[in-house]
């Protein structure tokens, strides 16, 4: 009778342990639930070079529009007049950039109701404004001229760093702290598309800080005032960010073209 007694204690007593198996396939099943954004669009769907290559397109022929319009059509420049040149670059880039994002929800077949484009639009457009905010508390935190005589200059220089860098997080991300800590401070980019919003913010980032290098030196040359040499600095490392980007799809679309021949060639052998 204790013997039994013992048994019985001891085997209502043990846990059924899950088997290794199940713990590695639970395991797996948490490493390939991917995260989502506040859109609810998987990060890790892949975009085609074609459609990465046009999204870009657009972009890129923005920016040379708006130097074409202040050039040829006002007669003005960055060194000439830098809040005029600024506002049409920012003013004619928002509505690229915008689409560009809006196109990259549509091949990930985010946006199927008008219902989500118009929430995506009006986070484009807080993005734009906060962005701009931002900037400018930034800039005069980092030494920018405080003044009337700069001020115009300043707010629309904010602008078009919050294009860069601000639009096309929120119009993906929206307000949430999760995916901007994730992608921005920890750089832990899940997919193409988080990688295609952050290299083009650094790196309009990283070009206007090495573009505000020569403003202190005393060249004494009209384009070594502010913003006008940091513009140039951000423009060009934001088209250096796009690059990059493309470069970075193209690389990611030629992978996942050869494991998926390898793995057909797998499943024939």
Same mark, same amino acid.
């Given at each position: 009778m204790e013997e039994s007694n013992i048994s019985s204690s001891t085997s209502s007593s043990i846990v059924p342990i899950p088997k290794t198996r199940e713990r590695k396939a639970m395991k797996e099943a948490k490493k390939k639930k991917k995260p989502e954004s506040s859109t609810g669009v998987s990060s890790d769907v892949p975009i085609s070079s074609l459609g990465a290559a046009f999204v870009h397109l657009i972009t890129g022929l923005s920016l040379a529009v708006g130097f074409w319009v202040a050039r040829n059509k006002l007669s003005v420049d960055l060194v000439s007049d830098p809040s005029l040149t600024l506002f049409l670059l920012w003013s004619i880039e928002f509505p690229a950039v915008g689409l560009k994002m809006l196109a990259f929800l549509v091949l990930l077949s985010a946006l199927l109701i008008y219902e989500s484009y118009f929430r995506a639009l009006g986070r484009s457009i807080l993005g734009l404004i906060s962005g701009a905010f931002m900037n400018t508390l930034g800039a005069v935190a980092l030494g920018a001229p405080i003044g009337m #005589?700069?001020?115009?200059?300043?707010?629309? =220089? %904010?602008?078009?760093? %919050?294009? @860069?860098?601000?639009?096309?997080?929120? !119009?993906?991300?929206? !307000? %949430?702290?999760?995916?901007?800590?994730?992608? @921005?401070?920890?750089?832990?980019?899940?997919?193409?598309?988080?990688?295609? *919003?952050? &290299?083009?913010?650094?790196?309009?980032? *990283?070009?206007? =800080? @090495?573009? !505000?290098?020569?403003?202190?030196?005393?060249?004494?040359?009209?384009? #070594?005032? =502010?913003? *006008?040499?940091?513009?140039?600095?951000?423009?060009?490392?934001?088209? &250096?960010?796009? *690059?990059?980007? @493309?470069?970075?799809v193209l690389t990611f679309d030629l992978i996942a073209r050869l494991r998926e021949d390898n793995r057909a060639e797998f499943l024939l052998a």
């Open positions: #005589q700069y001020l115009p200059k300043t707010i629309h =220089w %904010s602008f078009l760093m %919050s294009v @860069f860098t601000f639009v096309p997080a929120t !119009a993906v991300f929206g !307000a %949430s702290w999760t995916d901007w800590h994730r992608v @921005f401070a920890s750089m832990k980019t899940s997919g193409n598309t988080e990688y295609m *919003i952050l &290299v083009p913010a650094y790196g309009a980032i *990283i070009g206007g =800080w @090495f573009g !505000a290098w020569p403003m202190p030196l005393d060249w004494e040359r009209p384009w #070594q005032e =502010w913003p *006008i040499c940091v513009c140039y600095g951000a423009i060009g490392g934001y088209v &250096v960010g796009l *690059i990059n980007e @493309f470069h970075f």
